[in-house]
């Protein structure tokens, strides 16, 4: 059986959190034409979310939280004038670890941007070597070589 504890790894809380403290992160390679996220939208209007935001917390002056999962619900929340949204904030995520989850949720999920892409995959083989990548267990290494 499951612990609980198990289940909460990785993150610190869940919670609603005002929309105006969540920023989006520049990296997200990730696209959605507008035909899908109207319908992202309907459902979002129809059902609520289904799925939270995932957020970091970080240290800004008026924003409290940034997305590393989830950039399309929180922009369907902003035209469907909700005020709070729920997030779960993760924890122990540095800039690093945050691109790897956004990179791997928006390989499985989305429609990806190739010069967004490009420059978030030259910026990892730049900076980390194969054997670095193979071990993190946040991006298939087969993305980089």
């Not at 670095?132 to 991006?139: A, D, I, N, P, W």
């Amino acid at each position: 059986m499951i612990k609980v504890e198990e289940l909460k790894r990785g993150y610190k809380e869940m919670k609603e959190v005002e929309l105006k403290y969540i920023i989006p992160n520049e990296w997200n390679p990730n696209e959605q034409d507008e035909q899908t996220f109207n319908l992202l939208c309907e459902k979002i209007q129809e059902n609520g979310f289904l799925e939270p935001i995932g957020v970091v917390e970080i240290k800004d002056e008026y924003y409290k939280y940034r997305i590393i999962s989830g950039e399309h619900r929180y922009r369907a929340a902003k035209i469907l004038n909700y005020t709070l949204i729920p997030v779960v904030v993760y924890i122990d995520f540095d800039e690093d670890r945050q691109k790897f989850i956004s990179l791997q949720v928006q390989v499985i999920q989305g429609k990806l941007n190739p010069i967004k892409m490009s420059k978030l995959l030259t910026d990892y083989a730049q900076k980390y070597d194969k054997d670095t990548l193979s071990r993190t267990k946040s991006v298939t290494p087969k993305l980089f070589f």
